[in-house]
């Protein structure tokens, strides 16, 4: 079974440009999650969508969103990019029915922001 | 702040040697935990899981404790090599509502396996 995937891999932008990160999550998963990390901040979530609808959402920005669609892929944007949104975008995949599911992630995509 | 963090950010190790990865975590009403471990390059992959009414998990090569008492996880990797070379979290998974559960990770721990 094909794993987490996520495109592009690597982004430059210049600040005040958006942007649009995919994740295709594993066949059969209904649930992703979009995490960022960074050197300073670590791992941090950001948000959940489960059946096309957010249902959780972490501490940022209205700049940063998202959307699921019928098939389970997700996509998140971040709009008005500033330098420290510079970070890798990591996407992770699960069947989103019980408190004791592993969540598998993909190779993430490095955004750097000029 | 982050319920859940590690003791030493990096650890390095003779080949070989066992490996002790520690975390703490704050949320006692926590019942499922992860490490992870991450590559240069990758995302995290997962290793091994283990539920609150567990002690203590094994796998290949690797052990997971977990001891509620004093809110503490450990993760042990017998006869390290060098391909065990990588940064390490563990992870607490949090209930949000509305059926929804986030994880939430400890800085990471760098391990360094020296041939």
């Known amino acids: 079974k094909a794993g987490v995937t996520q495109t592009p891999r690597y982004l430059i932008k210049t600040r005040g440009q958006q942007v649009t990160l995919s994740c295709s999550p594993i066949?059969?998963?209904?649930?992703v999650s979009w995490y960022q990390q960074t050197p300073g901040q670590g791992l941090q979530f950001l948000f959940e969508?489960?059946?096309?609808?957010?249902?959780n959402k972490g501490n940022f920005p209205g700049r940063f969103s998202g959307r699921q669609f019928s098939n389970s892929r997700s996509e998140m944007n971040v709009s008005t990019l500033e330098l420290g949104d510079s970070a890798l975008y990591l996407c992770a995949s699960s069947w989103g029915g019980t408190s004791q599911e592993t969540q598998y992630f993909g190779p993430g995509t490095r955004l750097l922001v000029l | 702040g982050e319920s859940v963090g590690l003791h030493l950010p990096t650890l390095s190790v003779q080949e070989g040697d066992n490996s002790i990865i520690n975390c703490a975590y704050s949320?006692?009403?926590?019942?499922?935990f992860i490490w992870y471990k991450q590559e240069s390059g990758k995302g995290p992959q997962f290793i091994i899981d283990i539920r609150s009414n567990m002690d203590k998990r094994q796998g290949q090569r690797v052990t997971v404790l977990l001891n509620k008492t004093v809110k503490h996880l450990s993760l042990q990797i017998a006869a390290t090599q060098p391909g065990d070379s990588a940064v390490y979290f563990c992870a607490e998974n949090q209930y949000s509502g509305a059926g929804s559960y986030q994880l939430t990770f400890g800085k990471g721990t760098k391990l360094s396996v020296i041939p």
């Open positions: 949320n006692s009403a926590s019942d499922y």
């Open positions: 066949s059969g998963h209904r649930s």
């Open positions: 969508y489960f059946s096309e609808t957010q249902r």
